[in-house]
């Protein structure tokens, strides 16, 4: 329960931090933080929790993050439905308690013909610069891959572990200065599905994409590590 209760906490801090910087700091008049400030808001919230609950979970917050390190060998198939609900409740709390502050001012109101609304992600009309559905499979897919390998690569065993957690949140902060304009930024489901939920319409329907490619990319980037990247024991190359 202990390892479920730190992914629920982790989950929430990232969708909190990350949606809530969006949310609210991102277009603030005259000083916004912008792409820039949601992005490293992002790497951020990871940074911290790997850190704070790292070592108690492994520090996924993030269903294909689990789904790759289970295709590494590293994560026990046992585990992964649970680790997955943690999640999902965890981001979807966090999104009802940034709804909750959100509609807490007077003209605040998501509207669902809009790309980005309540920081959802969206292809084709709901893409933030209207990227087609093949485009956002694709960023998703690609940066979901490599933020994969970077997260085995810096936990491996060989690796400084103690720089693990800040290779990963700025992998994290790289990945959305890339793709905020592509697809508002997923490579999480937990996080896609969390602002779905209170957004519905159009963005709700589109959260299958930000299950599938996050997914697909976390497993194949889990493989490659697995079989062509980990040096195995005894190996000279």
């Not at 479920?4 to 969708?15: K, Q």
């Not at 850190?51 to 590293?74: D, E, K, M, Q, T």
């Amino acid at each position: 329960m202990r390892k479920l209760f730190a992914e629920f906490f982790g989950t929430y801090w990232l969708v909190f931090g990350g949606c809530g910087s969006a949310l609210f700091a991102a277009g603030y008049p005259n000083l916004g933080i912008g792409f820039t400030g949601v992005a490293l808001a992002f790497g951020l919230t990871v940074l911290t929790m790997a850190y704070a609950v790292g070592h108690i979970s492994g520090g996924h917050f993030n269903p294909a993050v689990s789904f790759g390190l289970w295709a590494s060998g590293r994560f026990s198939l046992k585990d992964l439905v649970p680790y997955i609900i943690a999640q999902c409740i965890g981001a979807i709390t966090a999104a009802g308690t940034l709804f909750y502050i959100w509609t807490g001012k007077t003209g605040n109101s998501i509207d669902n013909t809009k790309a980005g609304a309540f920081a959802s992600n969206g292809f084709g009309a709901f893409s933030p610069d209207g990227y087609s559905i093949y485009s956002c499979f694709a960023a998703e897919f690609i940066l979901t891959l490599f933020f994969l390998i970077v997260i085995l690569g810096a936990t491996d065993k060989l690796a400084n572990g103690k720089f693990a957690g800040i290779a990963i949140g700025l992998a994290l902060t790289l990945i959305h200065l890339i793709s905020i304009p592509i697809t508002n930024t997923s490579v999480n489901p937990a996080r896609s599905l969390s602002q779905a939920l209170f957004v519905g319409g159009e963005p709700f329907s589109q959260v299958w994409l930000f299950w599938i490619a996050p997914i697909s990319g976390a497993i194949i980037g889990g493989l490659i590590y697995k079989n062509l990247l980990q040096k195995l024991e005894n190996s000279e190359e």
